[in-house]
């Protein structure tokens, strides 16, 4: 599985950013899509995910001001967050839980990242 993001680089504080992915090489789908991040000199962090059906789930630090979105027919996820914050620059990864054949177990991948950075 590869995966392919777009998005990100430099976004003044107060705008909004777009960061979409997608997804290739899939041979019995996707459970779950997402998105990470990392700060610089922290922990790798939930951003948002959403599963085949639909269902989200925001981390707290863009709970209210960011909407996930799929297109479980092309593989593809965009992610929009608004109100930037300087607290918002960080390595942004995309992820995915792809369905290794029919047992319903997963494979985790995750893309390269794209570093955001929010400018005061």
């Known amino acids: 599985v590869q995966l392919q993001a777009c998005g990100g680089g430099l976004v003044q504080a107060g705008g909004s950013l777009t960061l979409s992915c997608v997804a290739s090489g899939t041979k019995f789908g996707i459970r779950e899509m997402g998105w990470y991040r990392q700060p610089r000199g922290k922990q790798r962090e939930l951003v948002a995910t959403?599963?085949?059906?639909?269902?989200?789930n925001y981390g707290d630090s863009v709970k209210g001001r960011s909407t996930i979105s799929r297109d479980n027919a092309k593989n593809t996820m965009v992610l929009e967050i608004n109100n930037l914050k300087p607290e918002d620059r960080a390595v942004y990864y995309c992820n995915v839980l792809a369905l290794r054949g029919t047992s319903g177990y997963t494979d985790n991948y995750w893309g390269p990242g794209t570093l955001v950075t929010v400018s005061r």
């Open positions: 959403i599963t085949s059906d639909g269902i989200t």
